[in-house]
């Protein structure tokens, strides 16, 4: 597929974003409880490391082999769609992610629930990858609007996260996983009742497909701005919880008003400033205030209110950032978006698969404020890395 037709199809906007088939909506509800992955254990942090008598470096073990074995699988994903189909995959995923959840509930140490962490970062590379391309194909409005739509269920998904992390991680630390074992459920009949059909890309692809794609100049500096600024963001998500010193219940209302401006700057804002502005030239603005905004919490890391201030105030600037990083991967490479998506989403997981170990490190060899600055610096090589190939860039219009 052409560039041309790709922002072609990303201009086609006619349809009611809202008015979509069932089918969509089925899609989009599994992503909302595929993402809650992503913050759920947030609260439970502090609460598994001293029930199961564990370092905060070895907890945030279960970020790492989680994001690693989503990167490495992510490789193969667009590969096994084009072999099952993108229902098959998606169902694939959803088993994967139901059974690696429970398990993980039922762990006696940290050291299964990071094994378990990794199959259930195997399940949703099956599913998140598939899902996106699924609600391209199938929503009303083009890509534009679809692209709108899966960040929406991102941002609700990782704000709704906390929250319910919080409220059974209060009752027990195992009370998360079995919920979103059961939430999984739910989105696994509702896809294979609601979603007809088992399409397949026209060609089938290789697994190694993504690796070639990565020689794309534009595709490889958004997957490197991608891994640079994952470092901040998994350092977040990761780290903040044991410098809070806050509640179960705490930590999950500040982790939920850090997904709600998320969801409201990525469906609502990010859009707007794209078009104003474009893309780089506002990822590059947002991106260094992430960074200032890093730095103040590693000034004033021992104190609770400033740093939970800032944690909201982050997901603000990535609810923006999220949305123009994953518009621009789909149209700055003439290759399918499945091959794009792949190839991206391999280099950006490794970023969040070394950040939370690290994290937990650097705090334990230097001092609580380290980690923070190390964030703050990866997210500053990303800015470097998107103004060295801000060229590369030049096909996006202002207006995607």
């Not at 279960?62 to 193969?76: E, Q």
């Not at 099956?126 to 699924?134: C, K, N, P, R, Y």
């Not at 690796?211 to 100049?217: I, K, S, T, V």
């Not at 939370?356 to 609580?368: C, F, H, Q, R, V």
């Amino acid at each position: 597929m052409q560039l041309s037709s790709h922002l072609e199809d990303l201009s086609d906007t006619r349809q009611p974003l809202w008015h979509q088939p069932l089918a969509v909506w089925s899609v989009a509800f599994a992503c909302i409880i595929a993402f809650m992955g992503l913050g759920l254990v947030d609260p439970i942090l502090p609460d598994i490391a001293s029930k199961l008598h564990a370092s905060p470096a070895e907890v945030e073990l279960l970020f790492t082999s989680y994001n690693l074995v989503m990167a490495l699988a992510m490789v193969i994903t667009s590969g096994i769609s084009s072999r099952i189909g993108y229902k098959g995959t998606l169902i694939a995923g959803l088993l994967l992610i139901i059974l690696f959840s429970a398990l993980a509930g039922h762990a006696a140490n940290v050291g299964q629930i990071v094994w378990f962490r990794a199959g259930w970062g195997l399940g949703n590379a099956l599913f998140i990858s598939t899902a996106l391309a699924v609600i391209v194909s199938v929503a009303n409005g083009g890509p534009a609007g679809a692209i709108i739509l899966y960040e929406a269920a991102l941002g609700l998904g990782i704000s709704v996260g906390p929250l319910l992390g919080g409220e059974l991680g209060a009752i027990s630390w195992r009370g998360p996983f079995y919920g979103v074992a059961v939430l999984m459920c739910i989105g696994f009949l509702l896809t294979l009742i609601l979603l007809k059909g088992n399409q397949r890309p026209v060609a089938r692809h290789s697994l190694i497909e993504p690796f070639f794609a990565l020689r794309h100049r534009g595709l490889l500096t958004m997957g490197l701005t991608a891994f640079f600024y994952n470092f901040g963001f998994f350092t977040l998500l990761a780290y903040t919880p044991f410098v809070l010193r806050l509640s179960i219940h705490q930590l999950g209302y500040v982790f939920f008003g850090w997904g709600i401006c998320l969801a409201i700057t990525s469906v609502w804002i990010a859009p707007h400033l794209q078009k104003k502005f474009g893309t780089s030239s506002v990822m590059m603005t947002v991106l260094t205030l992430f960074a200032l905004d890093l730095i103040i919490m590693a000034v004033f890391t021992n104190t609770t209110m400033i740093v939970s201030i800032a944690v909201i105030l982050a997901g603000a600037l990535l609810g923006i950032n999220n949305t123009l990083i994953t518009t621009a991967v789909m149209v700055v490479s003439p290759f399918e978006r499945p091959i794009a998506s792949s190839a991206y989403s391999f280099v950006r997981f490794l970023g969040g698969a070394i950040a939370p170990w690290l994290a937990g490190k650097l705090a334990s060899w230097y001092n609580p404020h380290i980690p923070f600055y190390s964030g703050a610096l990866g997210v500053i090589l990303s800015v470097v890395i998107l103004a060295i190939g801000r060229k590369h860039l030049a096909s996006i219009p202002r207006g995607h």
